[in-house]
């Protein structure tokens, strides 16, 4: 046991430094960590000591895995879960950050290291400067534990070249380094030996100073370079036919998509599909962020995702069983009700800012 915080929050030579400090559980977000961080930085934001945000994860395997699903499958086994739960309350203030930093006033630079999974993506992706490296794995997994990608992610996915983020939705693909960048994640790369240099350049010079002595060109794109299929197949209409364009694609890769596809809620896909089509009309992140709370706050109460998170993470025995358990079955007004308005329990970023 440790009475270390699990957040550290400092302000040194000009920095305002995040290190989020959950090694042993990759980081993950949980709702003390989430509150610190907006605190922190609202502070900052008018400080006149605190010239740019850096964010980092303790540890050597990643910046932040996501949120914490076994809290979140506690809550949401009885059924009954909604806005005003633990978990409903959490994702409202996670959310809320997500906008934060999505608007912050001063450079937000983020050390997306090792594995950023997720809630991990709500706070890198939207910021300023998104740093990755040769270890970086970025990826938005929801649909394999019957979820939907939220944090803003829908907002990233949707806005990526062609279909590549409805590829990465779908079949909850992990990114390079390079892809991350390709896709709009990220950023700059930088190699893992040259973070401590980067750090030590911040706090001397200026942000885009810093990073440009230690960046290097980034490493390809292997997502990119399978655009054309990916473009052929996921611009389709529904699931099903975007399963069906994968079957025939003269690729392995579009075979192993279609495999990887078709192992993952069915339900949760045709809302995610909705979802991004859906977001990429959306004229900003807040108003993604409140199409997203409300696909939250529905999920929550689903079976999929308690059966997800069982079988993913609690009894790990990686067989979920789905219901409805086909694509064919799900039907559009199971969809239409994960995009029900909340009345009261509206997140109102896009309320907030326009308030501010």
């Not at 009345?343 to 907030?352: F, H, I, S, V």
């Amino acid at each position: 046991m440790t009475d270390e915080p699990e957040v550290l929050i400092a302000v040194e030579d000009g920095l305002g430094l995040i290190t989020l400090n959950r090694p042993k559980a990759i980081n993950a977000l949980n709702h003390p960590m989430a509150l610190a961080i907006t605190d922190a930085l609202r502070a900052w934001a008018d400080d006149a000591a605190v010239r740019a945000v850096v964010v980092t994860g303790a540890g050597e395997r990643g910046l932040c895995a996501g949120g914490d699903i076994v809290a979140i499958h506690a809550d949401a086994k009885g059924g009954t879960a909604g806005a005003d739960s633990p978990t409903g309350v959490f994702w409202r203030d996670e959310y809320i950050l997500n906008a934060l930093i999505g608007r912050y006033p001063k450079p937000y630079v983020v050390f997306m290291d090792g594995i950023v999974m997720g809630g991990g993506v709500g706070l890198s992706g939207h910021g300023s400067h998104r740093i990755v490296t040769e270890r970086s794995r970025i990826g938005m997994p929801e649909v394999g534990i019957g979820f939907v990608p939220d944090v803003g992610g829908t907002y990233l996915l949707s806005r990526a070249p062609g279909e590549l983020g409805t590829h990465v939705a779908l079949t909850t693909a992990r990114m390079s380094a390079g892809d991350a960048i390709a896709a709009g994640f990220a950023d700059h790369y930088v190699p893992s030996d040259a973070l401590p240099a980067l750090l030590d350049g911040l706090r001397t010079t200026d942000v885009d100073a810093a990073i440009a002595a230690v960046a290097e060109q980034a490493p390809a794109s292997d997502l990119l370079a399978q655009q054309s299929w990916i473009d052929a197949c996921y611009s389709a209409d529904t699931v099903e036919e975007i399963a069906a364009r994968l079957q025939t694609a003269d690729s392995p890769e579009a075979t192993k998509a279609r495999d990887d596809l078709l192992a993952k809620s069915p339900v949760a896909l045709k809302v995610t599909l909705r979802s991004l089509r859906a977001a990429r009309e959306l004229p900003s992140l807040e108003a993604v962020l409140d199409q997203e709370y409300r696909v939250s706050i529905a999920a929550l109460g689903s079976h999929d995702l308690v059966e997800g998170i069982r079988a993913q993470v609690i009894d790990k025995d990686r067989n979920p069983r789905w219901e409805p358990a086909t694509l064919a079955e799900v039907t559009d007004a199971q969809v239409a009700a994960y995009f029900a308005e909340l009345g009261d329990k509206e997140l109102g970023a896009t309320t907030q800012e326009a308030q501010r």
